[in-house]
């Protein structure tokens, strides 16, 4: 009797309770879907939400977002429980939940309100890391080519044919072997570089992003209203934009090798229309955390061996000559 009670309260409950029309999808932090890197205390969240096909007319009137370290803590979230927030906002909504640290894992839920009052489930999961918070956190140091100097390309003096007085030596190769006498639970690395740059782990290159790190005001260029283009250099901020990698998968136990390479791009552009900054350089801060719960950290020093690429030169407006004999 007790079990056809429970059973009959079951399918009464399922078939009576009502769904929300719409659903949220597309959940995105800081403008990204599931971004490796994000820096700010307060990341802006946001979803889009999707109305049932005979719907018309439906709006959000309220929502609910959750916040967990890890996937399965969703349910009981230790990061941050909003609760029901009455409204039709979708868009930067601010994380308002525990402070977070550097290099710390959240993933998140969302759930909406339709206007008839009736809940929607809960979105699928998604996922953003958090970067390095402070400059206190980052070990490696800028490394660069021992045989070129801290000065920029010389600026072209015949303004009108806007060729080079001097081609760049070949872009450096930058390596670092070490070896992983545990199992491994997460790797992410952190790197940049100025001027573009690629990274390679065990021979593969790591990700598919090209042209990077975005273009940036890196620092005092004191020439700058000497060209072209007239302007004061007197900007509010100089940053330099990074890049973070889940390189779990292309890690193994034994012996690995991390490497990079480094080209000019628009750091070093000797060109009559804009103004270099300096000579290429390189960073990058691999941290490894094993099942154990210890973590180690490979970082770019002077100990990592440098050498010359088969890329001779490469220049943002001129080109890029390769000598595939060299590889």
């Known amino acids: 009797m007790k079990q056809l009670f429970l059973f009959s309260f079951f399918v009464f409950t399922f078939f ?4 929300s029309k719409i659903k949220p999808t597309k959940l995105t932090c800081e403008y990204l879907t599931n971004p490796m890197v994000v820096d700010v205390a307060q990341p802006r969240l946001a979803w889009i939400n999707i109305a049932d096909s005979d719907e018309r007319g439906q709006t959000q009137t309220a929502w609910q977002v959750r916040v967990a370290g890890t996937k399965n803590q969703l349910n009981s979230p230790d990061l941050w429980d909003s609760k029901k927030v009455s409204g ?5 909504v601010k994380y308002n939940g525990k402070k977070l640290n550097s290099r710390q894992d959240c993933w998140w839920q969302v759930r909406v309100w339709d206007k008839n009052g009736e809940i929607s489930v809960w979105s699928e999961p998604a996922f953003w890391h958090m970067g390095l918070l402070q400059s206190s956190d980052w070990q490696a140091q800028w490394i660069g080519a021992p045989w070129q100097g801290e000065e920029p390309l010389p600026f072209p003096n015949d303004r009108r044919v806007h060729i080079p007085e001097q081609l760049p030596p070949p872009a450096p190769m930058f390596r670092k072997n070490f070896t992983l006498k545990k199992e491994i639970e997460k790797a992410v690395v952190y790197v940049t570089g100025l001027g573009y740059f690629e990274l390679y782990l065990n021979g593969n290159k790591v990700g598919d992003d090209v042209l990077s790190p975005n273009f940036t005001n890196y ?3 004191p020439n700058l209203s000497n060209r072209f283009i007239h302007l004061d250099d007197n ?3 100089y940053r330099v934009m990074y890049l973070a990698y889940d390189v779990k998968a292309l890690l193994e136990k034994g012996n690995n090798a991390i490497g990079g390479i480094v080209g000019n791009g628009f750091y070093n552009p000797a060109s009559a229309w804009t103004e270099a900054f300096g000579s290429p ?3 990058a801060q691999l941290h490894i955390t094993y099942t154990d719960g210890s973590e180690e950290i490979i970082a770019t020093d002077k100990s990592w061996k440098v050498g010359k690429s088969p890329v001779l ?3 943002v407006y001129y080109g890029e000559h390769y000598d ?4």
Request: charged share 35%; aromatic share 16%.
């Open 16 to 19: 009576n309770y009502s769904f």
């Open 88 to 92: 039709n906002q979708s868009t930067r």
């Open 219 to 221: 620092s005092k260029r």
């Open 235 to 237: 900007f509010k901020e």
């Open 281 to 283: 350089r390189f960073i």
């Open 313 to 315: 030169m490469d220049m």
């Open 324 to 327: 595939a004999r060299l590889e």
